[in-house]
């Protein structure tokens, strides 16, 4: 969220392999006991993209260094993401002692924590297996919320003898012996079966697993975890600021500190998107620059050879054919097939984008082409972006504005059209995007929530009575040009400003 005030960053879920752990435990470190962890988390992604943040659901497969020192984080299914800098944010997976029957009942009756966990399991027969020395750490609490528990050292390597014999001389029984399996009873634990064959009455079988920090990806840039001192797993090192080894990139969370619960990783994540914010700021400053992270990546996307066709989008040919030629506004006007072709229609045309390099390829075009195209370097979400002009037609052809929490490019495109003239908004059918991908082995190429749509204008205009909507359609792409290139649906709407 630090990062996404700033509209700085793309920011990625990567699904591919969560941690093992249980979800309820989110609850009460949140406050939140009747909040379900999913509700949570859609909150928490709808206030990131409110800042212009986008959220991908993808895996990332690998991360590389480009030309700019900058990085392309490659996803399953073919897409990347363009980053100045990286915020590893991963977390870890739960390394379970191979036991039979132990995982199945992970997160249910086999648990980790007594803070997570322990209130709930309260006066029940407890087992608690002993893999690792730091297994032995929670036994004491555990011991406080029941009187039925019992201790299985199943690895006795490096754990404290005196310990065990403290446990024993407080009422704990110890059984220095292996685990075996885990025995169910109707899909329940019922008890812990010992290598000597003898059966431990359970309700809830206790262990702590060890743990590997999920940084497969960035091991192509160097990146890659060391033993942490604790001894339960490994961990990716930072310095006070959450910087790791390798220039540019951070980590943040229990990926860096096992020990850390949600409040301290989300704490810990607030601390360092904020050292990103100042490192990007300072970069910016010392290079004179300004321009956000949506802009550069724009700039990117066209500095190499021409993206589009040249043709107009088939929506806009057939919705202002027939309306009188006058002073038209192109927004989002990429290399500007539909503003060249409405000055050929007679228009007077203004094309605008937050590219410069779009721009320059829009006047060299209209320079060859010998017609009259204006063009306006502007960001839709900036203060006055249009300078104050109106327009008897402001077009916005699958622009890519992101989203503000005050919908301040809705306004500035609105307020652009002049008394009587003509609002015309085109967008993607957003609802197939909206459907869930298999994270493994796809992704989403950008976040089609975190971008202003049709109906966020439609929205807007309802609340106005000096609007008239003509038509507000979801429809095929027409055919024949460019928006033809791919068979999916349209969101149309077109819309009249009073006259006074």
């Known amino acids: 969220l630090q990062l996404g005030r700033q509209r700085r960053s793309v920011i990625l879920v990567d699904a591919g392999e969560p941690r093992n752990g249980p979800a309820a435990h989110m609850h009460g470190y949140l406050g939140g006991e009747a909040i379900a962890p999913s509700e949570l988390t859609a909150a928490g992604r709808e206030e ?49 002692p191979e036991i039979d029957g132990l995982s199945e009942h992970w997160g249910r009756d086999v648990i980790h924590c007594p803070f997570c966990h322990g209130y709930e399991v309260r006066d029940r027969r407890l087992v608690v297996i002993v893999t690792h020395p730091m297994g032995l750490h929670p036994v004491a609490l555990f011991r406080q919320l029941t009187a039925r528990l019992t201790v299985v050292v199943d690895d006795p390597t490096g754990v404290d003898g005196a310990a065990l014999d403290a446990l024993e001389a407080g009422g704990v029984q110890v059984r220095r012996a292996r685990a075996r399996r885990v025995v169910t009873d109707g899909g329940t634990v019922s008890a812990v079966e010992l290598a000597t064959g003898e059966r431990l009455e359970a309700d ?52 860096t500190d096992p020990s850390q619960q949600v409040l301290q990783a989300a704490a810990d994540g607030s601390r360092v998107g904020a050292m990103i914010s100042f490192s990007l700021a300072d970069e910016d400053l010392r290079q004179a620059a300004r321009g956000s992270a949506h802009q550069a990546d724009w700039e990117r996307r066209y500095a190499d050879s021409r993206l589009w066709s040249g043709n107009p989008n088939g929506t806009l040919v057939n919705e202002i054919t027939g309306l009188t030629a006058g002073r038209a506004l192109d927004v989002g006007a990429g290399e500007g097939a539909d503003a060249l072709w409405l000055a ?39 203060p006055d972006p249009f300078a104050s002009s109106a327009f008897d037609l402001v077009s916005a052809q699958y622009a ?74 979801t429809r095929p792409r027409p055919a024949g040009a460019a928006s033809a290139s791919h068979h999916v649906d349209d969101v149309v709407l077109r819309a009249r400003r009073a006259a006074t």
Do not use: K
């Open 204 to 255: 809830v079988v206790v262990v702590g697993p060890r743990v590997r920090a999920r940084a497969e990806a960035l091991a192509s840039i160097g990146v890659r975890p060391v033993a942490h001192p604790s001894g339960i797993g490994d961990a990716i090192e930072t310095d006070a600021s959450g910087l790791t080894a390798v220039p540019g990139v951070y980590a943040a969370g229990n990926v």
């Open 48 to 96: 990131v993209r409110s800042y212009g943040g986008e959220i991908l659901a993808g895996r990332a497969t690998e991360v590389r260094r480009v030309d700019d020192g900058g990085f392309r984080v490659e996803l399953a299914g073919g897409h990347a993401v363009m980053a100045r800098r990286m915020l590893a944010a991963t977390g870890l997976v739960d390394v379970l």
């Open 344 to 382: 050929e229609q007679g228009w007077r045309v203004t094309a605008s984008d937050i590219s410069q390099r779009a721009l320059e390829r829009v006047a060299g075009e209209a320079r060859r082409r010998r017609l009259t195209v204006a063009c306006l370097h502007a960001d839709a979400n900036a």
């Open 400 to 473: 890519s504005i992101p989203r503000t929490p005050d919908d301040r490019a809705i306004r500035n495109v609105l307020a652009a059209v002049a008394p009587g003239g003509t609002l015309l908004v085109v967008g993607h059918d957003l609802e197939p995007l909206r459907r869930p991908v298999e994270t493994h082995a796809a992704s989403r190429p950008f976040d089609p929530e975190a971008y202003v749509n049709v109906e966020d204008f439609a929205r807007a205009l309802s609340r106005s009575p000096d609007w008239t909507v003509e038509i507000h359609e």
